[in-house]
């Protein structure tokens, strides 16, 4: 796994959820460039669907999917989402 592509709120999360099975961590994927076939083909392994030419995709990742991706050359970053909550008026 390459933590250096890992933001700091995904390094924290990740050590705690690999001893859990079946969790999954909802993360953006950032790529260095516009993704083609191959690219998808190995997001595709993972279960991510997405649209060739994407720069940003969001994705459900298993920890192992996590570690896998981020040896991969064309990911720059893999950043975890948080999630939104209403405005408050």
Known sequence: MDY??????????????RQKPGVTIQ?????????????????????????RGATVITALLTPDSIADLSDQPWIRSLKLAKQSRPLKP
């Open 27 to 51: 993360v953006f994927i950032h790529t260095v460039s516009p993704i083609d076939q191959p690219e998808l083909a190995i997001l595709r392994r993972h279960g991510i669907r997405a649209e």
């Open 4 to 17: 250096t592509k890992l933001d700091a709120s995904l390094n924290t999360v990740l050590p705690g959820s």
